[in-house]
């Protein structure tokens, strides 16, 4: 690499987007009946764009958020992360995702809180609680 590239790809360089999703739906089972979150969601979003999520109170802008990060299952449609499934992408550590709300597991101290965001990762015990030790700073 040249002195003062940027190391980062541009938008342009990339034909396909990082973020793709064709016509994803899920749809919630509640005892109200079915309500639909997401219906036909197709946006992509492409290497270093930045794009903000615009709506009112409930029309589905984290609901999509949780969906194309594998968190919510799905009932239709295609997202994919990097060119791979939600799940495959996440199991990669292909993406991260930082929570609207950031907090500890009510059961848990924050060795545990972090050390279960390890365990997800198929880290095994010895090496969360060192892990948890040299990165947490008491």
Not at 12 to 18: E, G, L, M, Q, S
Not at 50 to 62: E, M, P, Y
Not at 69 to 88: C, I
Request: net charge positive.
């Amino acid at each position: 690499m040249s002195e003062g590239a940027s190391p980062f790809r541009s938008a342009r360089d990339v034909k396909t987007p990082d973020i793709q999703a064709e016509s994803v739906e899920l749809v919630f089972q509640t005892g109200d009946g079915p309500p639909q979150a997401l219906n036909d969601a197709s946006p992509d979003v492409g290497c270093g764009e930045f794009v903000s999520l615009i709506g009112r109170s409930g029309c589905g802008k984290t609901t999509f958020l949780r969906r194309v990060a594998a968190l919510e299952p799905p009932t239709g449609g295609r997202p994919s992360v990097n060119g791979m499934s939600p799940d495959h992408a996440r199991k990669q550590r292909s993406y991260g995702y930082v929570f609207q709300a950031a907090g500890l597991y009510p059961w848990q101290a924050l060795p545990g809180t972090s050390g279960w965001l390890w365990s997800s990762w198929a880290i095994r015990r010895p090496s969360r609680r060192r892990g948890c030790r040299n990165w947490l700073i008491w």
